[in-house]
């Protein structure tokens, strides 16, 4: 982001990361936030919110660090509990979308990963990790994610309005052009 921190950036006057740590919140989950070690400015942004923030030592590892890390604190607070992922930068996404893939979730019985789809049914944000395999999502490496993970699972899909589950903003071109399509509206 020519030295610029995408998840700083700011949402309908808010930054990003702070109004994707407050849509999760709305959606009543307990939330966390994994934060390369000493990142003071991500730190600041997110005070004030009744959320837990965790730091990832080898953040430069990529975001199987990050995963580990963040799957490592929810499997020692509450190992029988699901997880969900919520990229932050995917700003389309809202409290009421996080809602409906819970509520898949939940109604699918709580054992099948269900993840958010854009309307074209692309995979994309949020994914909730039943408990099972929580303990294969504590070994990721690399920046795949959880792809290796899920690769032999039936997974559940929740198809999201337009691009909200799958557009994510890496420069300032994505930035622009998102802001002028009408940004989180999409």
Excluded at 144 to 167: H, K, M, P, S, W
């Amino acid at each position: 982001m020519l030295g610029r921190d995408k998840l700083l950036e700011h949402v309908e006057g808010t930054p990003l990361l702070r109004r994707q740590a407050g849509n999760a919140m709305e959606s009543g989950c307990r939330v966390v936030v994994a934060l390369p070690k000493g990142d003071v400015a991500r730190q600041e942004v997110l005070k004030g919110l009744e959320l837990t923030m965790i730091e990832v030592e080898n953040a430069g590892e990529g975001l199987g660090a990050t995963l580990r890390a963040a799957t490592l604190h929810v499997m020692e607070l509450a190992p029988d509990r699901a997880m969900m992922i919520l990229l932050p930068d995917v700003p389309g996404i809202t409290a009421s979308d996080i809602k409906s893939v819970i509520k898949r979730f939940e109604t699918a019985g709580g054992d099948t990963p269900t993840r958010a789809t854009d309307a074209s049914g692309r995979p994309g944000t949020p994914l909730i990790v039943p408990p099972r395999l929580l303990p294969r999502f504590a070994k990721l490496k690399g920046d795949e994610g959880g792809r290796a993970v899920l690769n032999d699972e039936t997974i559940t899909f929740v198809q999201l309005r337009g691009d909200r589950a799958t557009r994510d903003l890496d420069t300032p071109e994505d930035w622009r052009a998102w802001r002028e399509r009408g940004g989180p509206l999409t």
